[in-house]
Nanobody
Framework: QVKLVESGGGSVQAGGSLRLSCAFS????????IGWFRQPPGREREGVAA????????NYADSVKGRFTISQDNANNAVYLQMNDLKPEDTAMYYC??????????????????WGQGTQVTVSS
């Protein structure tokens, strides 16, 4: 059982930055797909970014390309999401998730087996 804990959410003004962290209880497999999802109120959960840990390869939703960066820290069993130039439409609950594979379907919530509890990000205009 992999436990995921997100942190780093908060309230910022448009144009600001936040760094989300996803800490893992353990790495059971070095070849994991770690994803960040978000869910605005009243809307479905959507994939934001993902990283295939064995190859450090990354994927991003078009809406965040050039603004968000996903990275991994194997020494600390963590994955980060650096979010710059935040916009009001980025407001959502953000979740990290872990799955086993090469992130072929990283944008699909059902691809992931483990989820954190979420951290709220609010961007005001």
């Amino acid at each position: 059982q992999v436990k995921l804990v997100e942190s780093g959410g908060g309230s910022v003004q448009a144009g600001g930055s936040l760094r989300l962290s996803c800490a893992f209880s353990e790495y059971t497999d070095a070849s994991a797909c770690i994803g960040w999802f978000r869910q605005p109120p009243g809307r479905e959960r959507e994939g934001v970014a993902a990283i295939y840990t064995a190859a450090f390869s990354t994927n991003y939703a078009d809406s965040v390309k050039g603004r968000f960066t996903i990275s991994q820290d194997n020494a600390n069993n963590a994955v980060y999401l650096q979010m710059n130039d935040l916009k009001p439409e980025d407001t959502a609950m953000y979740y990290c998730a872990a799955g086993w594979g090469r992130c072929e379907r990283w944008f699909t919530p059902s691809y992931f087996s483990y989820w954190g509890q979420g951290t709220q990000v609010t961007v005001s205009s």
